[in-house]
Antibody
Framework: EVQLVESGGGLVQRGGSLRLSCGAS????????MSWVRQGPGKGLEWVAN????????HYVDSVEGRFTISRDNAKNSLYLQMNSLRAEDTAVYYC?????????????WGRGTLVTVSS | QTVVTQEPSFSVSPGGTVTLTCGLT?????????PSWYQQTPGQAPRTLIS???TRSSGVPDRFSGSILGNKAALIITGAQADDESDYYC??????????FGGGTKLTVL
């Protein structure tokens, strides 16, 4: 079964750091771009970052540029999000998602998410 | 800054048809943005409904369809059912690896 499982969320103080992980199973992570998408409490979805199959290309939403770093370890079938200088507005459920190109780009597999709460 | 627009809320009667739209504050949505649609119920992960404007994902009922209507992408639900009551999100691929989600539409079936 194709599956993504996030972990590493929790409560952190403003200005602190947290590292999220996403474990992939049922498919080779190395074959896909991967993204992090977040959802603040009562808010909509927001794409955060993505990373190319070999890690050589990364993109970020402006609000996290310079504070968050996306990375991957294909040998461990794992995706990561290092979050530094956390702000209250980073409080959200963070989902990892598989980017897929099949006649067009879309997200075809989603994890269940991990909650990050930044206390002020 | 690119903003993707969606109706904040919509209501449909059971068995009715509803069209949710996905636009841009500046410019038109075309197939080049690869619009895709996702359904989310509270506390759950998003579920992929439609990719590449009009391709239904595996297991998605055929009452869900997608298209370009005028200058917007559209999700059409024909014969709405009670369990279609959810939040619906579109996302556009802006190129160079970047994505922008719409604000989502809360659909009520009553």
């Amino acid at each position: 079964e194709v599956q993504l499982v996030e972990s590493g969320g929790g409560l952190v103080q403003r200005g602190g750091s947290l590292r999220l992980s996403c474990g992939a199973s049922g498919f080779p992570l190395s074959s896909y771009w991967m993204s992090w998408v977040r959802q603040g409490p009562g808010k909509g979805l927001e794409w955060v970052a993505n990373i190319k199959q070999d890690g050589s290309d990364k993109h970020y939403v402006d609000s996290v540029e310079g504070r968050f770093t996306i990375s991957r370890d294909n040998a461990k079938n794992s995706l990561y999000l290092q979050m530094n200088s956390l702000r209250a507005e980073d409080t959200a459920v963070y989902y990892c998602a598989r980017d897929r190109f099949l006649y067009g780009w879309f997200f075809d597999v989603w994890g269940r998410g991990t909650l990050v709460t930044v206390s002020s | 800054q690119t903003v993707v627009t969606q109706e904040p809320s919509f209501s449909v009667s059971p068995g009715g048809t509803v069209t949710l739209t996905c636009g841009l504050t500046s410019g038109s949505v075309s197939t080049s943005y690869y619009p895709s649609w996702y359904q989310q119920t509270p506390g759950q992960a998003p579920r992929t409904l439609i990719s590449n404007t009009n391709t239904r994902s595996s297991g998605v009922p055929d009452r869900f369809s997608g298209s370009i209507l005028g200058n917007k992408a559209a999700l059409i639900i024909t014969g709405a059912q009670a369990d279609d009551e959810s939040d619906y999100y579109c996302v556009l691929y802006m190129g160079r690896g970047a994505w922008v989600f719409g604000g989502g539409t809360k659909l009520t079936v009553l």
